[in-house]
């Protein structure tokens, strides 16, 4: 996927909507949004500069991952369709300005996440970008199948760290939260690769579709559905959220479920006959968004 608004070639150098495109925009809404949500669901009452400042820091650490992720893989992202347009690879960008904006955004959001909130809070925003940049793309992405599951873990920190942002500490609460996002990861990306295999495949990714095949991927969704749905729901029966909240979860669930159980049942292996597996990529973001909605609305309007 491209991210700059407008068609830009290699003639045109880069401009700012390049380095909006370096930090990974549509990905960060939903990044931004589960760290909000972890801030008010916090018990506590953040000031709205302090808050506004905390998801600010967020924001801008996640850009600066994106931003070195994308600086390390331009050699693979100008083999795949989805991100050949992207601003490395298509030529109007150069690999050391990514990494001076990546590595300066990121010392940047750490520094003022310190200086507004607390250390803590920006040692897990750290914490987090390092875990993305050197574990997930720079070690295990192109060496085993099993790379979205572990370093999958990056992108489950932000409820926590906007939980530690308004708190300064760590409850069972944003550690559900944590587990939730880390255990939605694999099903999330896994329905994407089924139909995109054939980019990571030119690219030499070992992505499970392209390791082990469509079928043993389409167990591994169902598989990791499962635990998704028992974290989801968990807040509720463990009194740390109310009936709203559990309602939704459970809903919401069930329908992943659903659509889990019909990418299973699904044989196809040309993306032509992966409406399933895109149903299911299309629901995993909405999931997300509407489950970590009901949380702050379950503690806003009921208390
Ligand atoms: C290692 C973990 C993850 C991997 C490998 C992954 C991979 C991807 C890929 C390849 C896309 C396709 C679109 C694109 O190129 O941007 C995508 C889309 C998306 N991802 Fe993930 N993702 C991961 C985790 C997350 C997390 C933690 C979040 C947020 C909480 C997230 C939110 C999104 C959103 C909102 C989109 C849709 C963007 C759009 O509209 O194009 N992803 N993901
Ligand atoms: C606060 C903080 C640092 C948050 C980090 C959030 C985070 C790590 C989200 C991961 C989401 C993501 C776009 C993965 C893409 O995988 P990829 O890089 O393999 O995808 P690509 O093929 O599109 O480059």
Redesign the pocket.
């Known amino acids: 996927?491209t991210?700059t608004a407008l068609p830009r070639s290699q003639d045109m150098p880069a401009d700012w909507r390049d380095f909006l495109a370096l930090t990974?925009p549509?990905?960060?809404?939903?990044?931004v949004?589960?760290g909000l949500c972890g801030l008010l669901a916090a018990p506590v009452h953040v000031h709205p500069v302090l808050g506004f400042t905390a998801i600010l820091c967020i924001a801008l650490g996640a850009g600066a991952a994106a931003a070195l992720n994308m600086w390390h893989e331009a050699d693979i992202d100008a083999l795949m369709k989805?991100?050949a347009g992207r601003p490395i690879p298509s030529g109007r960008m150069n690999r050391q300005a990514a990494l001076h904006f990546g590595v300066g955004l990121g010392i940047f959001s750490v520094l003022l996440m310190g200086l507004a909130t607390n250390w803590f809070a920006a040692g897990v925003l750290a914490a987090s970008i390092l875990f993305?940049v050197l574990v997930?793309t720079i070690w295990l992405k192109r060496r085993t199948a099993q790379?979205?599951v572990i370093?999958?873990a990056?992108?489950?920190f932000?409820p926590m760290i906007g939980w530690a942002a308004a708190t300064g500490d760590v409850t069972l609460l944003p550690v559900l939260l944590f587990a939730l996002?880390f255990l939605?990861?694999p099903p999330?990306?896994w329905a994407?690769?089924l139909f995109?295999r054939s980019d990571y495949a030119a690219a030499g990714v070992p992505m499970l579709p392209v390791v082990s095949g469509p079928k043993v991927t389409r167990q591994h969704i169902l598989l990791y559905t499962l635990p998704m749905a028992a974290a989801a729901v968990a807040p509720w029966p463990l009194g740390l959220a109310g009936a709203l909240y559990g309602a939704a979860a459970i809903l919401l669930s069930l329908v992943f479920l659903v659509l889990a159980v019909q990418v299973l049942g699904n044989k196809a292996t040309e993306p032509a006959g992966m409406r399933p597996e895109k149903r299911l990529?299309a629901y995993s973001?909405l999931y997300?968004f509407a489950i970590f909605g009901a949380l702050v609305a379950d503690r806003w309007l009921i208390g």
Do not use: Q
């Open positions: 996927m991210t990974k549509r990905v960060m809404s939903l990044v949004f589960t989805r991100t993305y997930y790379n979205i370093g999958g990056a992108g489950a932000p996002i939605w990861t999330h990306f994407l690769s995109v990529f973001i997300l």
